[in-house]
């Protein structure tokens, strides 16, 4: 079942035009806990009105040296004493995924509003507690699936409520990146099941899962195979070899009968690939981010040929020229959509979209994968999953 549009800070225009940034009148006061990713939330942030007055990170000068970047006056090394101290309206929680429940039910049972990365949690029972406890706090709760806010995305997202493609029977999308296909890279902590969850499942591959079910619904069954690139490799501190998966497949069956098929490698030489690709009764439409708008295919002009069919829908991700990598660029934009949304929700009261209900909906199926990876078989996938709102 999908949600209303009306009833939620929604994700997807159905023109499918460039997100617009949203000013929010009231400015709230923002606390950020871990700065890897969690530093491209202070900008979009700042941009909004609202006041970052802390952030917090392990490493105290790191994380003083990116403060005083963004003009932040409090630096902390514990995030509990963060909490306590400053009493935040916001938190983004970027932390590895092992603190993602403590932090986030700490800062609602304290009254704030909360953005947390994704995955949301390390299993589906950790993000269910998460779910409850921000509907019993009322407090906005958003998971980081920035990857829903490409203006391209938004364009398919559109084209597929509009029915562009009749019947959809088959979703292929892939995540290929090349971040861990170095063997001498150093150690972090995504290659460690217990702070990660997962590897590149849940690293990249969650994005995937998201965008699936968003646009074509609840997944059901699956199987899925993995491994690691560099079984050499250790986490960090060399306590005992890397356990997280480099690699990911995973074949399964969505609510609509549909089938789908998601690849995924963060250990892929040369490669900055994402893509999701779906096959209907009416054509086919194929989504490359920051290459181009979507690939359409249109399934009614039968008998002609395919070079007639086929139409590429131009977008504009950024305005004026794009500095550096192109998908760092996008990603940057991205992000300040998703804070937009997520600050427009904390003013009018809504439900956010992306929720941590859609984060639950994703980690069911992550929990699905792992379950599956350890039996070696098809597993069924644990619902009912949360409805999503677009």
């Not at 490409?150 to 995540?175: D, I, K, S, T």
């Amino acid at each position: 079942m999908r949600g209303e549009g009306a009833a939620s800070a929604s994700g997807a225009p159905a023109s499918g035009r460039a997100l617009e940034h949203v000013r929010v009148v009231k400015s709230l006061t923002v606390a950020i806990i871990g700065l890897g990713f969690g530093r491209a939330h202070i900008p979009a942030f700042q941009a909004n009105g609202s006041r970052v007055v802390a952030v917090c990170q392990r490493d105290e000068a790191s994380a003083r040296a990116i403060a005083d970047r963004y003009g932040v006056d409090s630096v902390f090394t514990h995030w509990e004493a963060m909490l306590e101290r400053v009493r935040p309206e916001v938190v983004v929680i970027a932390t590895p995924p092992r603190l993602h429940h403590a932090i986030a039910l700490r800062a609602l049972a304290g009254g704030a509003h909360v953005l947390c990365e994704k995955p949301l949690a390390l299993t589906a029972a950790e993000a269910r507690a998460m779910v409850d406890a921000a509907a019993r706090a009322g407090r906005v709760a958003m998971t980081g699936f920035n990857w829903r806010f490409p203006v391209a995305m938004q364009r398919f997202n559109a084209m597929v409520r509009e029915g562009a493609l009749g019947r959809v029977f088959h979703v292929h999308a892939r995540f290929l990146g090349s971040r861990f296909a170095d063997e001498a890279v150093a150690p972090t902590w995504r290659m460690d099941r217990a702070e990660a969850g997962h590897g590149a499942m849940g690293d990249m591959g969650v994005h995937l899962i998201d965008l699936v079910r968003w646009n074509f619904g609840d997944f059901v069954r699956l199987v899925a195979t993995a491994g690691i690139a560099y079984p050499s490799r250790d986490i960090p501190g060399g306590a005992r070899p890397a356990d997280a998966e480099d690699f990911c497949a995973v074949v399964g069956e969505l609510a609509t009968g549909a089938s789908v098929t998601l690849s995924v490698s963060r250990a892929a030489h040369g490669m900055s690939e994402h893509t999701i690709e779906a096959c209907g009764t009416r054509g086919t439409l194929a989504y490359r981010l920051g290459r181009e708008g979507p690939r359409w295919f249109d399934g009614e002009l039968r008998g002609a040929s395919v070079a007639s069919g086929l139409g590429v829908m131009p977008v504009t991700e950024t305005a004026g020229p794009a500095a550096g990598d192109q998908l760092e660029v996008i990603g940057r934009t991205t992000i300040a959509a998703l804070v937009a949304r997520f600050l427009e929700a904390t003013e009018r009261g809504l439900t956010p979209a992306p929720s941590f209900a859609d984060g639950l909906g994703a980690q069911v199926v992550l929990d699905a994968v792992l379950e599956s990876l350890a039996r070696r078989t098809w597993m069924d996938v644990a619902g009912p999953q949360p409805v999503r709102a677009h």
